[in-house]
């Protein structure tokens, strides 16, 4: 079981920036895999970000590659997504997400909204 809790999440202006912190309940050495997923209102759910814990290799959607930043702390069990240069069409709800053997488990939800 993983208890994720997110911060960061808030209003800013187009160009702005923010960052999202999503916070483990377990080790990040027994997680596989930390990521971001962000949800708009009536789209699905699509993948951001995400990093494995043990390598540090990192993914991006094209739609955020040199804008958004992702790392992690392992000493504090965390995840950060940076996100710099943003634009109105990154409001959504932003969740955490992690893969522990095979399971999936997701935070409460963050919102991020950009106004023009």
């Known amino acids: 079981q993983v208890q994720l809790v997110e911060s960061g999440g808030g209003l800013v202006q187009a160009g702005g920036s923010l960052r999202l912190s999503c916070a483990a309940s377990r080790s990040i050495n027994s997680i596989d895999v930390m990521g971001w997923y962000r949800q708009a209102p009536g789209k699905q759910r699509e993948l951001v970000a995400n990093?494995?814990?043990?390598?540090?290799?990192?993914n991006y959607a094209d739609s955020v590659k040199g804008r958004f930043t992702i790392s992690r702390d392992n000493a504090k069990n965390t995840v950060y997504l940076q996100m710099n240069s943003l634009k109105p069409e990154d409001t959504a709800v932003y969740y955490c997400n992690v893969i522990r053997i095979g399971r999936s488990y997701w935070g409460q939800g963050a919102q991020v909204t950009v106004s023009s």
């Open positions: 990093i494995y814990t043990s390598s540090g290799r990192t």
